[in-house]
């Protein structure tokens, strides 16, 4: 009995000192789901962090920093944000000459239209800093700046982009010239008094004139192109060799100068191809701009058209099916167009929406003239018109006639 009493004992002991290790794992766990929150969820980890500051994408487009932008715009950063003063990334982008930026910028869907406070769009920007190479990309943009809209200063993008090419064609003949002058200073330092192919002829004569001290080389009187006269004397042979360095000095300058006003000439030339290629590239885009705008407003008429008809033959139905005895008032009449006096082009668009081909244009032109001839108008709705308004009608449906004759007329022409 004592043994299994000392027995329980031992085991009731060992499971009291098991019970704080489990307590301790629980705690550990306790301890670990707090570290971690989201392993108690359901594993969404809570919402995402807030869209960086549009400021910094500002910064970002200032400096160049291409791969930041693309980072910042990825994670949430408004790529139309402008500041107080209505500056954008875009306008920073271009303010500072960063193509690859730009064209960063234009993919993620920066608008090349947007004018800030002082009315400078980003185009106006990259032409008053002579970054020339902006301008295609951004006037190929989705919605690309007016070269001709002048910012507060009155000031056009293609004059900016005149005024920045000049200043670039005269430093560039400053440099050229700076050029020449210091070649003709490294010349000089050879020999104060005589141009660069002088010195070559003062160290002959210096050798003719020096006792024969090279007379081994050129002789007694001379060698090269020139040759002594047995009756000249040193001086004599002197002067005349000075004379002809003389020549020779001004013959070099003068094809110098011939060289430089043919290169200055060919510079120019190259200038003015290079205005007139940007004068018609301008004029293109504006053609073609000019060419979607008229397209765009064509086919807002012709949806505009459309509309007008079905309302126009819904409104004719409704007035012809009216009880014979109704009285009919101006505005019961169902006009092609509600506006008197509308212009003819408008009046063609609507009549002939739908139609295709001459032979279907006049069919309709057939239908609409019988409509509305002053006879046939008068022979059927003329004793439910209201007296008031009779006369009015009547002048009306007459003018509306003449214009449909006139359009039958003209697409009989076509046809022939």
């Known amino acids: 009995m004592a043994k299994d009493k000392r027995k329980r004992s031992k085991s009731g002991s060992r499971r009291r000192e098991k019970k704080p290790k489990k307590r301790r794992r629980a705690d550990e766990s306790k301890k670990r789901r707090r570290r971690s929150p989201s392993s108690s969820s359901d594993g969404s980890g809570g919402s995402g962090p807030p869209p960086p500051s549009p400021q910094h994408l500002l910064v970002a487009a200032a400096v160049g920093d291409r791969q930041r932008c693309r980072e910042l715009v990825q994670q949430g950063a408004d790529v139309a944000y402008a500041d107080a003063e209505g500056t954008t990334a875009l306008h920073e982008a271009c303010r500072h000459g960063h193509l690859p930026t730009v064209r960063l910028l234009l993919r993620r869907g920066a608008d090349a239209g947007a004018v800030d406070m002082r009315g400078d769009t980003p185009a106006h920007l990259a032409a008053r800093h002579a970054h020339l190479d902006l301008l295609p990309a951004l006037l190929e943009a989705d919605r690309p700046p007016e070269i001709e809209a002048v910012n507060a200063r009155g000031e056009s993008v293609q004059e900016l982009a005149a005024r920045a090419m000049d200043k670039q064609d005269s430093y560039r003949r400053e440099v050229q010239e700076r050029q020449v002058e210091r070649q003709g ?174 032979e279907e244009q006049r069919r309709r032109l057939r239908t609409e003239l019988i409509r509305w001839h002053p006879d046939k108008f008068v022979s059927k709705f003329g004793r439910r018109l209201a007296p008031a308004d009779r006369e009015r009608v009547l002048a009306r449906v007459n003018a509306v006639s003449q214009q449909l004759t006139a359009m039958n007329a003209a697409v009989q022409q076509a046809r022939q």
Request: net charge negative.
């Open 185 to 358: 200073e490294a010349q000089q330092q050879r020999s104060p008094s005589l141009g660069p192919s002088d010195w070559e002829w003062q160290q002959r004569l210096a050798g003719e004139l020096s006792g024969g001290e090279v007379e081994e080389e050129w002789g007694a009187f001379g060698g090269g192109d020139w040759h002594a006269d047995e009756y000249e004397t040193a001086e004599e042979y002197a002067q005349r060799i000075w004379a002809e360095m003389q020549a020779h000095r001004r013959a070099e300058e003068e094809k110098m100068r011939a060289a430089f006003s043919k290169r200055r000439r060919k510079e120019e030339a190259v200038r003015e191809a290079y205005r007139a290629q940007a004068e018609a590239e301008s004029r293109r885009i504006l053609e073609e701009q000019r060419g979607q705008d008229a397209a765009w407003r064509a086919a807002v008429a012709e949806g505009q058209a459309g509309a007008k008809r079905a309302s126009y033959e819904a409104r004719w139905q409704f007035f012809s099916s009216k009880h014979p005895e109704a009285v009919v008032g101006y505005g019961d009449v169902p006009w092609i167009l509600a506006a008197e006096g509308a212009p003819q082009e408008e009046l063609q668009r609507v009549v002939l929406y739908g139609t295709s081909g001459t």
